[in-house]
């Protein structure tokens, strides 16, 4: 069956661009989460969202991040006057009802802020 | 100091070896706890949960110590394929919300 996807796969923005990336869940999931992963490093937790309710957004590292998850499927991570700092991979997960800590990820989106 | 620590390696090791590697969680109130497995530039993948008394699934031995706060994942008779990262994961709740990632462990199985 079809996994999470994301779009797109990588981006390049210049400093002070805003870019919006895109998270397909796998169907059903009611979980949804975003991770950004610098090099190197383990992924960073920034939100969650159960159905369209985002529960947690305490991983976001600025106002310059929002996420929504309108209906409840898809969802749209928004980062705002883009930094280098900002540079990483974003992955999003999602988990199915009754399972929140399996969590399958998408690929992620690469992005480059130069 | 960071909530989940592991060795970031680079393990490397022949093909065949069995290999251990340990991460330690800071936060005593954590509830649940897994290993996940990420090759080269892709995403994480869920390899096993880790469950106090223990869990085996076929090459792959995890253990939980709740008292020394640390987890540890054993390898048996490593495979080439079995070179990735391995990624400790963990949530201070039984259900999800904020999940914790250590930075992971770098392994190499050479033929």
């Known amino acids: 069956g079809a996994g999470v996807s994301q779009s797109p796969r990588y981006k390049v923005a210049k400093r002070g661009q805003d870019v919006a990336l895109r998270c397909d869940p796998i169907?059903?999931?009611?979980?949804l989460f975003w991770y950004q992963q610098a090099l190197g490093q383990g992924p960073e937790f920034l939100t969650y969202?159960?159905?369209?309710?985002?529960?947690?957004k305490s991983g976001l590292p600025s106002d310059r991040f929002f996420a929504e998850r309108p209906e409840g499927s898809v969802s749209t991570l928004k980062i705002q006057r883009t930094q280098q700092e900002d540079s990483a991979v974003y992955l999003c997960?999602?988990?199915?009802?009754?399972?929140?800590?399996?969590?399958?990820f998408g690929p992620g989106t690469r992005l480059t802020v130069t | 100091r960071k909530e989940v620590e592991q060795d970031p390696g680079p393990f490397n090791v022949p093909e065949g070896a069995t290999v251990a590697f340990n991460c330690t969680y800071s936060n005593s109130a954590s509830q649940s706890f897994f290993w996940y497995r990420q090759d080269c530039r892709k995403e994480p993948k869920l390899l096993m949960s880790v469950y106090s008394s223990g869990n085996e699934d076929g090459r792959f031995t995890a253990q939980l110590n709740r008292a020394s706060q640390y987890i540890s994942l054993l390898i048996r008779d490593s495979k080439l394929s079995d070179s990735a990262t391995y990624l400790c994961v963990v949530n201070r709740y039984s259900s999800a919300s904020k999940i914790i990632f250590g930075s992971g462990t770098r392994l190499s199985i050479r033929p």
């Open positions: 169907s059903g999931h009611v979980s």
């Open positions: 997960a999602s988990s199915p009802r009754g399972a929140q800590n399996e969590q399958y």
């Open positions: 969202f159960q159905n369209e309710a985002q529960l947690d």
